[in-house]
């Protein structure tokens, strides 16, 4: 599936469109590599350039992006030009499954932390789901998101996640993630990490709920006047 937006910041500047695609793996209930309740998103952002033939003349920016899909191996000669501007690994998760923090436990550590946060005896926390506008049996993790340096700061990460969270929502009451980069290793280290990670993400709309986690009501329209405000909608 392909749900393209343009950044406001790109409209002027580099013609194009931001590219997401979602892909997950389907295995039989008795071959799955996990335990059950939850499910892996890999969500690819490419920026579609429209190139013009009828100029001769590329400027700085143009040549990068020639540049980046050559080295990708990309047909150049294309009327449109994909480059890939990033990448986020995105967990659908089942709050009513019994198995879900095994679930998340088995994957990696980090998505450990988020459910020993967001769970309580395996259940959604009880302050958490109070608190929420959202229903829904299913909830979105964010576990991280990837930028290509020549693409930072044009707010791509917001936009291709968004996108993703755009098209999972159905039937989510919530998304969450860890706003701490990967590498921080000391107190100071993660606390600085935490308060320019939290700033990014909250002009997608999530909010501080506990330790390093946010979260995102999906059942208000905080989400999509972000998403408007990033000019997705």
Known sequence: MRIAGVPNDLRNSLPGELVVTLSTELRRANAEA???????????????????FESDNLDKAEKTILALAKQAGVDVGDDVVPVRAGY???????????????????????????????????????????????????????????????????????????????????????AALDAVEPGATDDAERARSHQRLRQYWQRLGFSPFRDRVLTLDLGTTQFDEAMRELGAI
């Open 34 to 52: 996990y335990p059950p309740g939850a499910r892996d998103y890999t969500a690819e952002f490419h920026f579609h350039w429209r190139r013009d």
């Open 88 to 174: 986020a690994h995105i967990v659908v998760v089942d709050l009513l499954d019994n198995s879900l923090y095994d679930a998340l436990d088995a994957r990696e550590a980090d998505l450990e932390y988020l459910a020993s946060v967001l769970l309580t005896d395996n259940e959604i926390d009880e302050e958490l789901d109070s608190s929420l506008a959202g229903i829904g049996t299913y909830a979105i993790l964010v576990n991280s998101v990837y930028v290509e340096p020549p693409w930072r700061g044009r707010a791509f990460g917001l936009l291709g996640t968004g996108l993703a969270l755009a098209e999972l929502r159905r039937g989510c009451s919530f």
